[in-house]
């Protein structure tokens, strides 16, 4: 797949996206206001992801699934996904739920772990990383822990540039901008947990 056969898969799922969360506000039969209040976001924010005029981080998703009632997952994917209300949630190795994070480089890879569990605090994945930046640095509400599980990654902070190996941790605000890229041969997988402030509400 080239450039731009990546490129316009991304568009694509964009595109996707927000005829998802338009159709899922209409099922409650909400207004923009509604929704908006709902996941903590501005009513014209909303209307700009609705109308593809802006592309929603993966924080932002989760607020608008959780202020839905859904998982994120199923915005993204299309499948609905029943939550679990036990207390214990496993998800095997070969279970892992491959999503496409839209504003990430398009070929960054997240694997979610938490999908089939409700009222959750943290949103953990596994992260393949691209070895190139993403289009902008991503800002969102909301804290991330970021763990290195193999290669190296050069990571983007609020105007400062880290590179971390195997084995690093970061903790951070996540709203501030930020974005990595792997470097070396092999891209770099990484686990990352984001918690949104959101969930303790």
Same mark, same amino acid.
């Given at each position: &797949?080239?450039?731009? #056969?990546?490129?316009?898969? !991304? ?10 969360? $338009?159709?899922? $506000? ?5 207004? +923009? ?8 976001? /501005?009513?014209?924010? +909303? ?5 593809? =005029?802006?592309?929603?981080?993966? !924080? ?13 997952? @199923? +915005? ?9 209300q036990e207390k214990f949630s496993l998800v095997r190795a ?12 398009? =070929? /960054?890879?997240?694997? /979610?772990? @938490?999908?089939?569990? @409700?009222? $959750?605090?943290? =949103? ?5 990383? /691209?070895? #190139? ?9 909301? #804290? ?13 902070? =609020? !105007? ?10 970061m903790y951070f605000d996540s709203d501030r901008p930020h &974005?990595?890229? @792997?470097?070396?041969?092999? #891209? ?10 959101? $969930? !303790?509400?």
């Amino acid at each position: &797949m080239n450039q731009t #056969q990546i490129e316009e898969k !991304g568009l694509a799922l964009e595109k996707a996206i927000a005829k998802r969360i $338009r159709a899922k $506000r209409l099922e409650h039969n909400w207004t +923009l206001d509604q929704l908006a209040k709902a996941a903590g976001l /501005s009513k014209g924010y +909303l209307s700009q992801i609705e109308n593809e =005029d802006k592309t929603p981080t993966l !924080g932002t998703l989760t607020k608008i699934a959780f202020g839905l009632g859904i998982d994120a997952v @199923s +915005l993204i994917t299309g499948e609905e996904t029943k939550w679990k209300q036990e207390k214990f949630s496993l998800v095997r190795a070969g279970e892992r739920q491959p999503i496409t994070h839209t504003g990430a480089a398009p =070929d /960054s890879v997240y694997e /979610s772990f @938490s999908f089939n569990k @409700s009222n $959750r605090f943290m =949103d953990p994945y596994i992260v393949t990383v /691209s070895k #190139q930046f993403s289009p902008k640095p991503l800002m969102h509400e909301g #804290q991330e822990l970021a763990f290195i599980l193999e290669g190296t990654n050069e990571f983007y902070y =609020d !105007g400062q540039t880290y590179i971390v190996q195997a084995g690093d941790a970061m903790y951070f605000d996540s709203d501030r901008p930020h &974005m990595s890229r @792997s470097l070396g041969p092999k #891209q770099a997988r990484v686990l990352v947990v984001f918690c949104n402030p959101l $969930r !303790g509400e």
